[in-house]
């Protein structure tokens, strides 16, 4: 069964830190896809980054990086220097290749304090 | 670019009531999925449809149904509303045949029922 877990429920920052939310999978399959998606407080879900399991290089886009290890069954995700409109929930999330169902983790709340 | 589109985006029904969720897959999108997220939860998957045809399904409760019509539109219907039914609703759609896990996600329907 597909398991994502996020252990931080909840992320207190100041602004211009660097902040880096966990996410530790389970599943069976070899093939599988890792999301990271953002949720603000106007409630829809953003689309950050979509990782399959055969792609282990990590990835970078502007202040938003991602370090995805198999080894270790983790995909995190750092913010550098943070700013006050990352406040928000972030989710992870894993879908396998026989499903496309997104199954998502509890989701870590981030805030960005001034 | 078009969106997912979903209606109505706020509902409120009272007990007992009915409700109809519809969305609006982007076009040529032939695969809906709809998860639901109660307050404080990460989004939980219900069902999905591919070419009209239900093809996965989730934690949906049988007061629950829904379908997708032959424009790969989609409804889902609620009936005997409870008050634990009040969620954000998201519909999601993705094309068959593109990489695994490229769902677009709608901005979500907030049902409140009291």
């Known amino acids: 069964a597909q398991k994502v877990t996020q252990a931080q429920t909840e992320i207190s920052v100041v602004e211009k830190e660097d902040v880096t939310l966990d996410c530790v999978y389970e599943?069976?399959?070899?093939?599988?896809?890792l999301f990271w998606y953002k949720q603000p407080p106007s409630g829809e879900l953003v689309f950050l980054i979509r990782?399959?399991?055969?792609?282990?290089q990590n990835e970078i886009s502007g202040r938003y990086s991602w370090n995805f290890q198999k080894s270790t069954s983790s995909f995190n995700f750092t913010i550098t220097a943070s700013q006050v409109v990352d406040s928000a929930v972030y989710f992870c999330?894993?879908?396998?290749?026989?499903?496309?169902?997104?199954?998502f983790g509890k989701g870590t709340k981030l805030t960005v304090n001034p | 670019a078009a969106g997912v589109i979903q209606s109505p985006r706020h509902l409120i029904k009272e007990k007992r009531e009915t409700a109809t969720l519809k969305c609006y897959p982007i076009p040529r999108h032939d695969t809906v999925y709809w998860y639901q997220q109660g307050p404080g939860q990460d989004p939980q998957f219900l069902i999905s449809f591919y070419e009209k045809m239900q093809s996965d399904k989730g934690s949906i409760p049988d007061r629950f149904s829904a379908q997708q019509f032959s424009d790969y539109h989609s409804e889902l219907n609620m009936s005997s509303l409870e008050l634990g039914d009040s969620a954000l609703y998201f519909c999601a759609s993705s094309l068959s045949g593109t990489p695994l896990g490229e769902q677009y996600f709608g901005p979500g329907t907030r049902l409140t029922v009291t």
């Open positions: 599943t069976r399959d070899t093939t599988y896809y």
């Open positions: 990782r399959n399991s055969f792609d282990e």
């Open positions: 999330a894993l879908s396998e290749a026989w499903s496309e169902k997104l199954v």
